[in-house]
């Protein structure tokens, strides 16, 4: 946490971002310290021409300064729509959890339709990044964003592609139950320690070791569904089925990984080939 001089820069420069003063004086009034104040701590920045006159920053040189970091960003509504977007999701895991166990054909009908929405919300992302109040937002941080709308909306594509596959008459054996349930909850964890990077920070390494299982548990379910099935050839199209199935689990983790490591570079500066290092 910033205190003294530093976290007074940090205001100063929050306030020429959102505001773009004139002048030394409103940003002081703003603030309620003195001109002169300001004054002093703007010259080094001035000088490096981080900040410019009219009072602006220059976004790319300030992210190479730690005090970026900590300053507040504008990116409220961009987070907000993020967040719409995974709560889309969740709900639509569960209501496909819910068909594929019931064989209810409608509520596999409402995910799919429901997928319309995320692909409006991806595209309302793609258009807020481009308004005036985001422009501060140096390319890569842009991009990270709107990877992060995109691996959220493909997972719902996935979800949808498992609504297709019940519509068509996919359904889970006695025999797979437990395993399907457990597959199931690995992911809506996955997902939701994914979106809690991208709204509140938060990280949570455990999302490797879900990943871990989950692959392991396909394997299994996939080991298992040949052994007792023994590949009839009267039971290859359920096999087929399944198997597609299963593939749609496994890259709805691999998103949730991507989500996960996409947000950690966005707020944190850490790339993903860096991201298991604990």
């Given at each position: 946490?910033?205190r003294g001089k530093d976290a007074t820069l940090a205001a100063i420069i929050e306030t020429?971002?959102?505001?773009?003063?004139?002048?030394?004086?409103?940003?002081?009034?703003?603030?309620?310290?003195?001109?002169?104040?300001?004054?002093?701590?703007?010259?080094?920045?001035?000088?490096?021409?981080?900040?410019?006159?009219?009072?602006?920053?220059?976004?790319?040189?300030?992210?190479?300064?730690?005090?970026?970091?900590?300053?507040?960003?504008?990116?409220?509504?961009?987070?907000?729509?993020?967040?719409?977007?995974?709560?889309?999701?969740?709900?639509?895991?569960?209501?496909?959890?819910?068909?594929?166990?019931?064989?209810?054909?409608?509520d596999a009908k409402s995910v799919i339709f429901q997928d319309y929405t995320l692909n409006?919300?991806?595209?309302?992302?793609?258009?807020?990044?481009?308004?005036?109040?985001?422009?501060?937002?140096?390319?890569?941080?842009?991009?990270?964003?709107?990877?992060?709308?995109?691996?959220?909306?493909?997972?719902?594509?996935?979800?949808?592609?498992?609504?297709?596959?019940?519509?068509?008459?996919?359904?889970?054996?006695?025999?797979?139950?437990?395993?399907?349930?457990?597959?199931?909850?690995?992911?809506?964890?996955?997902?939701?320690?994914?979106?809690?990077?991208?709204?509140?920070?938060?990280?949570?390494?455990?999302?490797?070791?879900?990943?871990?299982?989950?692959?392991?548990?396909?394997?299994?379910?996939?080991?298992?569904?040949?052994?007792?099935?023994?590949?009839?050839?009267?039971?290859?199209?359920?096999?087929?089925?399944?198997?597609?199935?299963?593939?749609?689990?496994?890259?709805?983790?691999?998103?949730?990984?991507?989500?996960?490591?996409?947000?950690?570079?966005?707020?944190?500066?850490?790339?993903?080939?860096?991201?298991?290092?604990?």
């Amino acid at each position: 946490m910033l205190r003294g001089k530093d976290a007074t820069l940090a205001a100063i420069i929050e306030t020429i971002i959102r505001e773009e003063p004139e002048t030394q004086e409103e940003i002081a009034k703003k603030l309620n310290i003195s001109r002169r104040y300001v004054a002093k701590l703007l010259k080094p920045l001035i000088d490096e021409k981080i900040v410019l006159h009219p009072y602006v920053v220059d976004i790319d040189k300030l992210s190479k300064l730690e005090i970026y970091n900590i300053i507040e960003k504008p990116i409220f509504q961009i987070i907000d729509l993020l967040d719409k977007m995974g709560d889309k999701v969740l709900q639509n895991l569960d209501k496909v959890h819910k068909a594929l166990k019931t064989g209810n054909v409608e509520d596999a009908k409402s995910v799919i339709f429901q997928d319309y929405t995320l692909n409006k919300l991806e595209e309302e992302v793609d258009i807020t990044l481009k308004m005036d109040s985001l422009r501060y937002l140096p390319p890569r941080q842009r991009a990270l964003l709107s990877k992060i709308a995109s691996n959220i909306e493909r997972c719902g594509d996935y979800l949808s592609n498992i609504a297709e596959e019940v519509i068509e008459g996919l359904y889970i054996k006695d025999y797979l139950q437990e395993d399907i349930e457990e597959i199931f909850s690995i992911i809506k964890r996955m997902f939701t320690i994914a979106m809690d990077v991208v709204k509140d920070k938060k990280v949570s390494f455990e999302i490797y070791d879900l990943e871990e299982e989950l692959h392991r548990k396909l394997d299994k379910i996939l080991k298992t569904l040949c052994e007792k099935e023994k590949c009839k050839a009267t039971d290859i199209n359920y096999y087929i089925q399944f198997g597609m199935f299963l593939k749609d689990v496994e890259r709805f983790g691999d998103r949730c990984i991507k989500i996960f490591e996409t947000a950690r570079e966005f707020h944190y500066g850490v790339e993903g080939e860096n991201s298991r290092d604990r």
